[in-house]
Nanobody, 124 residues
Framework: QGQLLESGGGSVQAGGSLRLSCAGSGRTFSKYAWGWFRQAPGNEREFVAAINWAGSSTTYTDSVKGRFHISRDDAKNSVYLQMDSLRPEDTAVYYC?????????????????WGPGTQVTVSS
């Protein structure tokens, strides 16, 4: 078994920053890839960022490149998403996920474990 839990969401004005954290428990996720996804009301869940098991490869959706940064800390069984220069269109529930294949995939269906999500609201 394994569980993920996000934290760090909240409300911020446009141009501000937030740092999301996701802690794993119940198993070691050091050989897993991590991903961040988000879902806004009325929209499908979309890929945001991912990092492979070694931390040597990262992938971002185009709209967050240069603004968001994903990182991992295997000693803490955790992944982080630093979000800078936030925009109102970044408003969504953000989910972390872990993929046993270890590859920084953009496909949600490939991820094995999911957190319950954390709300991020960016006001203009």
């Amino acid at each position: 078994q394994g569980q993920l839990l996000e934290s760090g969401g909240g409300s911020v004005q446009a141009g501000g920053s937030l740092r999301l954290s996701c802690a794993g428990s119940g198993r070691t996720f050091s050989k897993y890839a991590w991903g961040w996804f988000r879902q806004a009301p009325g929209n499908e869940r979309e890929f945001v960022a991912a990092i492979n098991w070694a931390g040597s490869s990262t992938t971002y959706t185009d709209s967050v490149k240069g603004r968001f940064h994903i990182s991992r800390d295997d000693a803490k069984n955790s992944v982080y998403l630093q979000m800078d220069s936030l925009r109102p269109e970044d408003t969504a529930v953000y989910y972390c996920a872990a993929d046993a294949l270890g590859v920084d995939s953009t496909e949600a269906r490939g991820y094995d474990f999911w957190g319950p999500g954390t709300q991020v609201t960016v006001s203009s």
